[in-house]
């Protein structure tokens, strides 16, 4: 078979056009399984990250934006600011988010230890102690440690068809709670 200019031209233009109408679909069945990261310490979930702001701020007004910023976060009544040292400018609490994870009506409690050190024009984010607790029949109502769902989530093996939904909904969670901080703090 010989091929010439205007026929292989023709055909590259064919393939062009086969690859354009795949690409969506190539890129939709990349979306639909969202990568979910999240910081491993000691086989321990956790999320520590430190904030520059402009340097005009000062550790007192940082405490106070941060503490208003704290009470208002989390809706929930198990949230509890356990520490609040105006003097070494830290403030520990239990934050928890409400995540749905189907139609049917379930949801997860997800409780969490957080961590804020302020300083001068700085501060710094943690998140660790994350229990998980379901709300739905046929499961024990209790808090448990997620590390161990979390580490078979990640190895392919979920416990539940709900997985996906509890971990994205984690996910987004905590990165809205980052953003929603840092506007306070830096007003």
Same mark, same amino acid.
């Given at each position: 078979?010989?091929?010439?200019?205007?026929?292989?031209?023709?055909?590259f233009?064919?393939l062009?056009?086969?690859?354009?109408?795949?690409?969506p679909?190539?890129?939709?069945?990349?979306?639909?399984?969202?990568?979910?990261?999240?910081?491993?310490?000691?086989?321990k979930?956790?999320?520590?990250?430190?904030?520059s702001?402009n340097?005009?701020?000062?550790?007192?007004?940082?405490?106070?934006?941060?503490?208003? #910023?704290?009470?208002?976060?989390?809706?929930? /009544?198990?949230?509890?600011?356990?520490? +609040?040292?105006t %003097?070494?400018?830290?403030? !520990?609490?239990?934050?928890?988010?409400k995540?749905?994870?189907?139609?049917?009506?379930?949801y997860?409690?997800m409780?969490?230890?957080?961590?804020?050190?302020?300083?001068?024009?700085?501060?710094?984010?943690?998140?660790?102690?994350?229990?998980?607790?379901?709300?739905?029949?046929?499961?024990?109502?209790?808090?448990?440690?997620?590390?161990?769902r #979390?580490?078979?989530?990640?190895?392919?093996? /979920?416990?539940?068809?709900?997985d996906? +939904?509890?971990f %994205?909904?984690?996910?987004? !969670?905590?990165?809205?709670?980052?953003?929603?901080?840092?506007?306070?703090?830096?007003?």
């Open positions: 078979m010989i091929f010439t200019k205007r026929k292989l031209t023709i055909m233009k064919k062009f056009i086969v690859i354009l109408t795949l690409l679909v190539i890129s939709m069945a990349q979306s639909e399984n969202p990568q979910v990261m999240f910081q491993m310490r000691n086989g979930m956790y999320f520590d990250n430190a904030y702001l340097r005009g701020l000062k550790k007192d007004t940082l405490y106070n934006r941060a503490l208003n #910023w704290f009470e208002a976060a989390f809706p929930y /009544p198990d949230k509890v600011i356990t520490i +609040a040292d %003097k070494k400018g830290e403030i !520990d609490g239990t934050g928890i988010f995540i749905a994870t189907s139609s049917d009506g379930h997860y409690w409780k969490f230890a957080v961590n804020i050190s302020i300083h001068n024009a700085t501060y710094e984010l943690k998140v660790y102690d994350v229990y998980e607790k379901p709300i739905e029949p046929g499961i024990s109502n209790e808090y448990s440690k997620i590390e161990y #979390w580490w078979d989530y990640r190895q392919g093996k /979920p416990w539940s068809s709900e996906d +939904a509890l %994205k909904g984690f996910n987004d !969670d905590l990165n809205d709670m980052m953003v929603s901080l840092q506007k306070a703090m830096s007003k």
